[in-house]
């Protein structure tokens, strides 16, 4: 734009407003977030990339299967980015989907790994891709639909989720087990156990998922509600999505054969608990 046709356009309100209060808003951020819990979760992810990193040459066992599952590592390492830089903006309802999201794949992992027969749902897994290619085209209002040869195709590939010798789906929503389950179902599985963090977590990322009118507890203060929660708040849910993720590498490194060293993930550990210390998520502010 011409120099003087740029001092001839008035500014408007909002960017005259912002120009003085958005760098107040940064500072005030960058001076709330507590150093301990931000080191914490900056040594988790050192810790998750350092075990990682050249992971198919530290694998000792079920290395065929690595091609097939090692997303799940891939995407953990992304939510972990994601809560840190959440904790360090106090954005709460981010990390309440990132912790939702990662207790999905915590589950997933050791419903697959804790298995009798971790290679039949290791594949199942891989070939869904193929049927959320037929459901996304289906739902998409830009790709053409599926044709009749490309559903055959599929159903020649995946036949798990078809009606026999037919190219009808079996179920309505196919899941990727080729079964009738949920996240639940799969969470309350013997091999799995984990019925009651479900129900825990889940009591919680809900009410922001769905946008639940009892998540003004989380941001109310003694002068009414505030855009930023408390950084104690904040500090325990990330504290929590970032164990999720570090499960998800527990589990990982005992299938694959990788040493998990727990005493050092113990000492960084020592971060968060002094961070959080006599702090805790007040079970009323989401009542069942």
Not at 120 to 127: E, H, N
Request: aromatic share 10%.
């Amino acid at each position: 734009m011409d120099e003087t046709l740029r001092d001839q356009v008035q500014i408007p309100e909002w960017q005259k407003y912002w120009n003085e209060t958005g760098p107040k808003l940064l500072t005030y951020l960058n001076g709330n977030s507590d150093p301990l819990m931000v080191t914490y979760l900056v040594n988790c992810i050192g810790f998750y990339s350092y075990l990682t990193e050249n992971w198919e040459k530290k694998t000792t066992k079920n290395s065929e299967l690595r091609g097939k599952l090692s997303i799940f590592l891939v995407e953990t390492q992304d939510l972990m980015r994601g809560v840190l830089a959440s904790y360090e903006h106090m954005t709460m309802a981010p990390i309440a989907l990132l912790l939702r999201t990662a207790f999905e794949i915590h589950v997933i992992v050791k419903f697959i790994m804790r298995s009798d027969d971790p290679a039949k749902w290791a594949d199942l897994f891989d070939r869904f891709q193929y049927i959320e290619q037929i459901l996304g085209a289906r739902a998409s209002i830009q790709l053409p639909d599926p044709t009749d040869e490309d559903l055959k195709r599929v159903a020649e590939m995946c036949p798990e989720w078809f009606e026999p010798g037919t190219i009808k789906f079996r179920d309505r929503r196919p899941h990727w087990t080729a079964s009738n389950t949920d996240l639940r179902k799969m969470a309350e599985t013997a091999h799995v156990n984990l019925g009651d963090k479900y129900v825990d977590l889940y009591k919680i990322n809900s009410k922001f998922t769905h946008a639940s009118p009892l998540i003004r507890n989380m941001y109310r203060k003694d002068n009414g509600l505030h855009s930023i929660p408390s950084r104690e708040q904040c500090g325990i849910l990330a504290m929590i999505a970032m164990g999720e993720c570090i499960e998800v590498l527990k589990q990982s490194c005992d299938f694959f054969g990788v040493d998990f060293p727990g005493y050092d993930y113990a000492i960084i550990c020592n971060d968060a608990i002094e961070s959080i210390s006599g702090k805790c998520l007040d079970p009323n502010d989401f009542p069942s």
